[in-house]
């Protein structure tokens, strides 16, 4: 097809640009993908680092949303679904002692090992992997539900939202208290709520900071933890591997006839009298389509790709204002093999205050003295996820703070597991600056805008703006940035492509 043939434009091919893409293509919308990278996947991305340290660089698992692999009928292109997770989650603690959990309410394993911190506490664990299923399960009907832009709802826009009451009410008083009560909850407080162990106390709130510049006292962390809990199918990643969801996407998007190109940046949308009517390449060439989905962050897209002048002020100031704060930095060891490290993911989180203090770090710019780390390990590479490593550090800079995170990454798991010192043969590190530079992520944040209250559900990525629309016609946004992100379930890419092949062009 010519560049002129294609009537929706896609500006990013990262996990939800590939899903609404699909939804799109499937609909009957010719649709053109535009990739920065010389690869797609965006954050699912596999890349090699040298002979034999080949790498799913940034998560070591995924599963989108049922509802998506059924639509887009993606076991068809090899993509198994991953209804549980059985995966072994283990705490690491001082004393040598480690504390095991999987997100089954009855696994003896967990059980057995809460009880040697806390008889009660493991008592309780049934019960609290109970509440985790209905919390887990009303967020995720919170995603998939469409909301309004308040303060204008009409009957149509309300109706969703209505269900999403009732299904709130249909829990019943004591949990639907509980469950809205926790999303406001620190993962502190939500915690002690639960327990009395501090190493399994400890151990939750680490799922609750993982991937946001949050401590374990901010408010907040409940809604993160129950964020978490859902995309990860309970506290451990899924081993799964990236791969298996980024191809069945590809494959799924070019099956309905999208095109995709790669090394393709787009530096400027087009707009005319308020409408969006194409974008403009890095290269040069511009490229005319009447829809424009862009996946990337909703800042890069509306401030550095549509420009504030085509805005109204009050919207720039609020696109302005988004919070982005990135503060994860990856180490990915290529070992001999005889690391130690047994298989699940591995947490150092040994108390809340620990948690606290790491966080504490990042508040001042600072990398953490004693960071929170989570760690998987896949083959002969040991992937290490560090917090806190902030974006702008105060009295330092990135190159030469990576070598110190790098450093410190490797001496915290090393206590845990000596052999690993021995076993590394390379190293390589993913830090803040780099996420920006090479994955796009506008001040290296992982989900295109921080997961916390002010910037969820309707307020997401603006109050008033969290159907997908823009006030630039024929303009949406599908990426983690906005309702239903981040994390990788596809449901902003679903929602985005509803609200495109609701609105009449
Ligand atoms: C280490 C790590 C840990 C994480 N942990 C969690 C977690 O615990 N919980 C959670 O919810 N989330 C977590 N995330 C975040 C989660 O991975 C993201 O929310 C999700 O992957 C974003 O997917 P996406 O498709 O929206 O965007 P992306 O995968 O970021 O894709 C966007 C795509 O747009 C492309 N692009 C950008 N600008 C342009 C342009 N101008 N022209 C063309 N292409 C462009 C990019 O190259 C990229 O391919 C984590 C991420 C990382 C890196």
Not at 83 to 108: C, F, M, T, V
Not at 186 to 197: H, I, L, P, Q, Y
Request: glycine share 10%.
């Amino acid at each position: 097809m010519s560049s002129t043939d294609f009537d929706t434009l896609i500006i990013g091919a990262g996990h939800n640009g590939l899903v609404a893409g699909t939804y799109l293509a499937k609909a009957g919308r010719k649709v053109l993908m535009l990739e920065r990278r010389d690869i797609a996947g965006g954050q699912l991305a596999t890349e090699s680092f040298g002979e034999g340290f080949l790498v799913d660089c940034l998560h070591p698992g995924a599963a989108l949303r049922p509802d998506i692999v059924r639509e887009l009928d993606l076991t068809r292109y090899g993509l198994l679904p991953e209804p549980h997770n059985h995966s072994a989650y283990i705490s690491l603690l001082p004393d040598g002692k480690r504390l095991l959990l999987r997100g089954q309410g009855d696994d003896a394993e967990t059980l057995a090992s809460i009880r040697q911190f806390s008889g009660n506490d493991a008592a309780r664990w049934p019960e609290f992997v109970a509440f985790m299923d209905l919390a887990t399960a009303f967020l995720d009907e919170a995603y998939r539900t469409p909301m309004p832009r308040l303060p204008k709802v009409g009957i149509a826009e309300g109706w969703p939202l209505a269900k999403l009451a009732w299904k709130l009410r249909s829990l019943g008083g004591r949990a639907m208290f509980r469950v809205i009560r926790s999303l406001s909850m620190s993962a502190v407080e939500f915690t002690e709520d639960w327990f009395e162990s501090e190493e399994l106390k400890a151990a939750i709130a680490a799922v609750a900071i993982h991937g946001s510049t949050l401590g374990s006292m901010s408010a907040g962390t409940g809604y993160t933890l129950i964020h978490n809990w859902l995309n990860r199918g309970g506290p451990a990643q899924r081993g799964n591997g990236v791969g298996p969801t980024r191809e069945a996407l590809l494959a799924a998007f070019k099956a309905a006839g999208g095109e995709l190109r790669t090394s393709a940046e787009v530096n400027r949308i087009l707009v005319e009298k308020q409408k969006a009517r194409g974008v403009r390449l890095a290269s040069g060439e511009e490229i005319l389509g009447s829809t424009v989905v862009s996946a990337a962050d909703p800042r890069h897209t509306l401030l550095g790709l549509v420009g504030a002048v085509e805005l109204p002020p009050d919207f720039v100031w609020a696109t302005q204002s988004i919070k982005l704060r990135g503060s994860v930095a990856k180490v990915h060891l290529l070992t001999d093999g005889s690391h130690g490290l047994p298989a699940g993911t591995l947490a150092i989180a040994p108390t809340l205050k620990y948690l606290e203090r790491a966080f504490d770090a990042a508040k001042y710019g600072e990398v953490s003295a004693h960071p929170y780390v989570e760690v998987t390990s896949a083959g002969n590479v040991v992937s290490i996820h560090f917090q806190f490593a902030p974006y702008t550090l105060r009295h330092s800079n990135w190159s030469v703070e990576r070598t110190t995170v790098e450093r410190m990454a490797i001496f915290a798991v090393a206590e845990h597991f000596p052999a690993l010192m021995e076993s590394i043969e390379q190293v390589q590190s993913i830090v803040p600056t780099d996420l920006e530079a090479i994955y796009g992520l506008s001040e290296g944040d992982l989900n295109h805008g921080q997961l916390i209250l002010d910037q969820i559900f309707f307020m997401r990525p603006l109050p008033g703006w969290s159907d997908h629309r823009t006030p630039i016609d024929g303009l949406y946004l599908c990426g983690s940035g906005g309702h239903g992100g981040g994390g990788i379930s596809g449901a902003c890419g679903r929602n985005a492509a509803r609200t495109v092949l609701k609105t009449k062009s």
